[in-house]
């Protein structure tokens, strides 16, 4: 008795099955996606020209990057996408086509740490950033930094601080220059990934971008508080300390120098800014030179981009 052909096989219709859509339809379909593909981009070119006007208005007003507004609209569009195409996909689209309607603006470099070749956060500003947007690969932070305060670069992108000696920089706390004014007026501005459903294949490296440019609110945010303390203090004690000015953190880096104080580095909630009151509270409770150093906006989580 013969087999029964696999369930791929039978699901799989002939041109001469009854089953089979008829000619007729599928040009009807693909005369429908051609249309939507025209309109689509005759869309796309009208929200251009709106971007020209806006640069025209914004000639002398500072850079075209705007974190903030670019979390609002993916946050906007994830909450009203339905149907089969996937999220992250979705997301990719419209940054891809943001950056392009950035470099109608002016031109954006992205400065890039990455020690080696093919170092993940290539791939990330790559995945952020889009196809047209120029990266420039840099060894080192201290390059990147002063390529962004040059202006040479318009961001940077950088290792995100971590206490794990093993993790990607975190024995480089470039950091401490933005929290002593070393940093040409720079600010953490973004955090990266932006997509955090990471699926196999994509960088897992992680990093904060820096800009020439104060942060702005998106309604979820998070701030980054740096600070000096005394050696012998506790991170458990910090943490105290931070609560009880209204700044729990999310969580804190410490880099601990053969000599001198503690440098300290809290992820805190909300959008911080430099004359908070908050910020006086510690340096109250003997924290010295407390600084915030940026802000973000906060990602969607992983759930966000899940099918449904």
Request: glycine share 8%.
């Given at each position: ?23 007729e339809r599928f040009a009807a379909l693909r005369s429908e996606i051609d249309r939507l593909d025209a309109l689509i981009h005759q ?266």
């Amino acid at each position: 008795m013969p087999a029964d052909p696999p369930p791929a096989a039978q699901a799989e219709a002939e041109p001469s099955d009854p089953a089979w859509p008829a000619p007729e339809r599928f040009a009807a379909l693909r005369s429908e996606i051609d249309r939507l593909d025209a309109l689509i981009h005759q869309l796309v070119m009208q929200r251009a020209e709106v971007v020209v006007s806006l640069a025209e208005l914004r000639a002398k007003r500072g850079a075209p990057f705007r974190p903030a507004r670019e979390a609002e609209i993916m946050r906007r569009l994830l909450a009203n996408h339905r149907g089969r195409l996937p999220k992250p996909t979705l997301v990719g689209m419209w940054r891809e086509m943001i950056m392009g309607m950035t470099l109608i603006q002016a031109p954006f470099p992205v400065a890039v740490w990455s020690p080696e070749a093919g170092s993940g956060h290539i791939a990330l500003a790559r995945e952020h950033f889009g196809t047209a947007v120029p990266l420039r690969w840099m060894r080192t932070t201290a390059q990147v930094l002063r390529a962004v305060g040059a202006g040479e670069a318009a961001v940077g992108v950088l290792p995100l601080p971590q206490d794990d000696p093993n993790a990607e920089g975190a024995n480089d706390p470039w950091w401490i220059a933005l929290m002593r004014g070393d940093g040409s007026g720079l600010s953490v501005i973004a955090r990266l990934p932006f997509v955090t459903l990471r699926p196999e294949g994509a960088p897992r490296a992680q990093a904060l971008v820096v800009g020439a440019l104060a942060p702005e609110a998106s309604g979820e945010d998070r701030s980054l508080v740096a600070f000096e303390a005394a050696p012998e203090l506790s991170r458990a004690r910090l943490s105290d300390l931070l609560a009880a000015a209204a700044l729990k953190p999310r969580s804190l880096v410490l880099y601990r120098s053969e000599r001198g104080p503690a440098t300290c580095l809290a992820e805190v909630d909300g959008m911080v800014e430099p004359r908070d009151a908050r910020l006086v509270a510690l340096a109250e409770a003997g924290l010295a030179r407390p600084a915030v150093i940026g802000g973000w906006p906060v990602p969607p989580p992983e759930s966000a981009f899940a099918p449904e």
